[in-house]
């Protein structure tokens, strides 16, 4: 039986962990070679071993996704082994929640470059695969991770929900560019998921309304993400999913 991804070539960044590292064994699972990146390379080799055990096709490429020089490496390095990739999963990411009041300078400055500046260096380093694939193949997925945060309003979360309002805002402009060429564009905006994210927190009030909400609400597993990455992917290609949001059923 033909998988839906097969002979798809996907890139994911922020694959050593959480949403990242399930979504690349659901390509996988699916048919596709996933190229993953991360700075944790004993996490990557894990992964590409884990896929390889279940049948599927990866490859490790440690990176930093603000280091643009990291970036572009990794793209000719998926051109010369696989014709470029035709989906990248844009999800690096980090959640730093505070007071503005407590003037986190330094913790607003890496959700921004993370958040924003890494997640255009990867659009800088792969949409030209992805024009070049989407026209050669018929479709290509430019899928970035935003968040409900881009959406709803969270006490201490103003600096992150920026950031991710800018990843939502952002996908739906590129969208109107990029499908008149086969590359579909679409935001994720996953409620609450458990994944090492929350675990970077440093502000004591933020950690308490996490462990509330863990307390109360059964958050979405990384798993639960996956599914959807996957879905996304194996639409039909004139279909796009614009904006997609997933909650935990019982989170507001
Ligand atoms: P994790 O912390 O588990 O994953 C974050 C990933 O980003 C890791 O693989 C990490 O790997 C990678 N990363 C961090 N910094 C860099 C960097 N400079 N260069 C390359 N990779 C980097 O969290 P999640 O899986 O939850 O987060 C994934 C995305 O999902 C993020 O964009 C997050 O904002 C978003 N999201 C998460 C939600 C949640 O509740 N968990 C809800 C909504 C959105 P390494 O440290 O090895 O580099």
Not at 200 to 226: F, Y
């Amino acid at each position: 039986t033909i998988q839906p991804l097969q002979g798809r070539v996907a890139v994911v960044t922020g694959a050593s962990s959480g949403i990242g590292a399930a979504s690349a064994e659901k390509l996988a699972g699916l048919g596709a070679h996933v190229a993953v990146l991360a700075r944790r390379a004993d996490r990557l080799t894990e992964l590409v071993d884990r896929i390889g055990k279940n049948g599927g096709s990866a490859t490790a490429i440690p990176g930093d996704v603000t280091d643009t020089g990291a970036l572009q490496a990794a793209a000719d390095q998926v051109a010369a082994e696989h014709g470029g990739a035709d989906l990248l999963l844009n999800n690096a990411g980090v959640m730093l929640p505070a007071p503005v009041e407590e003037l986190a300078v330094d913790q607003w400055k890496h959700q921004i470059d993370l958040n924003i500046t890494g997640l255009m260096n990867a659009i800088a380093a792969f949409v030209p695969q992805l024009v070049k694939t989407g026209g050669e193949r018929g479709v290509a997925d430019l899928i970035n991770m935003s968040s409900i945060g881009a959406q709803n309003i969270f006490p201490n979360f103003a600096v992150y929900s920026g950031t991710k309002a800018y990843v939502t805002h952002l996908s739906r402009h590129l969208r109107v560019e990029l499908g008149p060429k086969n590359v579909r564009v679409s935001a994720l905006e996953p409620g609450i998921v458990g994944t090492e994210l929350q675990d970077h927190v440093t502000d004591q009030g933020a950690q308490d309304w996490l462990a509330g909400s863990k307390d109360t609400i059964e958050w979405l597993t990384p798993q639960d993400i996956a599914e959807t990455v996957g879905f996304l992917a194996s639409l039909p290609p004139r279909v796009n999913l614009q904006q997609v949001t997933i909650m935990p059923t019982a989170q507001p």
